[in-house]
Structures are given as structure tokens and as C-alpha cells.
């Protein structure tokens, strides 16, 4: 299951989309003005934004460029009946992952949200985490933390073995300057920025249990 949201402030569309994506088992938050959906954004972790262009303001160009700005990475697609080249190339360069036109085909438009909800499976998860192996980015409530490169590179070893003690020596090749005390303040450092608990084994090395 998914959780969605949906800006759209044509009610009849609105409630469509919301029904076809709720058959296919997923959570569907509706916003009908843009700083309705804004709002929600600080109050959720979604999974996909479905955003129309011309909504009450701000619109949803303002909306996605604002989340952008703040470091959200959502995937996101518009959904709007502006069709021209302009309009379109604005939508990529802010940052949006798809453009669906009005009207179009409700069975096309499920084979993409789906396509797009399967490329986000790729992600971890780890409590209110997300983590993306491609590129080494982690996020919490949607806004990426601010790690250190060898940060990245030990939460990234901790998450892909959970509940599986990481050895001291693995983190040390991942440091300039191996030791000890380095250690424990790298992950002093990683345990207050990403608000997680890390178990010491002592002696022996660190991990993270399961949620």
C-alpha cells in the first residue's frame, strides 16, 4: 500500500482518481488548494504526489518547487490540462517526474502510477527513513539529512544489515583514520542527526535492530 496525495481541486475528477486508487489498495490524502497539500506535506511521508497545475493558489508548479527546495524528493507527477511546450518543460526543470494531460486514459494513468510506485520499492525504509542505495541519499520526513560522506557510507552499511552486528573493521574502511574513538563519534554523530538508536556490541562492532 501506498500513501498518496492528491491536489486537485476539481471535485468530480477528484473523487475518481481518489476511487481508483483506493481499489487498488492505497491511502489517498486529498488537498484542494495548494497550500492545503503544502500543509500536508509537514504532517505525512508520502509516496507519490498527484499534482494539478492550476489550482487555488499557490498552484502546483509553486507547490512542487517549494518542496524541492526544501530537499523533497517525492516522485510527482502533474495532471493538468496545460498543454503546451512551455508549460510542460517548466514542470521537468522544478522537478516533476511525469505529466499526464487532461483528459486521458484512466488505465494509462494506473500503469504509470504503478510503474512509478515499483521504482520507489527500491528504496529502505527504516522507521520514519528513507534511504536510496543509488545515491547514497538519506532522508527523514521527506528532507535530506545532512551527513558526512562517511556518514552516508555507515548508515548505508547499518540499514542493508539489519539486525546484523556490523564488525568495527567494516567501518574502518570506510574511515581516513581509523580507530576507536573516531568510531564512536561517528556514530554518536549518525544516532543524534537521524534520531535513531544504534546498539554497540561491545567489542565487537555496532547494528540496528528492526522496527
Known sequence: MAIILLLEDDEILS???TSI???EGHDVHKASNGRE???LTFVNRYDLYLFDVNVPAPSG???????????DTTTTFFITALSDIDSISKGFDIGANDYLK??????EFLVRVRAALKRNQQVIYYKDI???PSTQQVFKNNFECDLSPVERMMFSTLVQNIDRTVSKESFYEIMEKPSDAALRVHITHLKHKLGIDITNIRSVGYRLESC
Open 37 to 39: 497539500a503544502y500543509d
Open 61 to 71: 508548479f509553486e507547490v512542487l518547487q517549494e518542496l524541492r527546495s526544501a530537499g
Open 15 to 17: 473523487q475518481t482518481i
Open 21 to 23: 486508487l483506493r481499489t
Open 102 to 107: 487532461k483528459p486521458f486514459d484512466l488505465d
Open 130 to 132: 528513507v534511504f536510496e
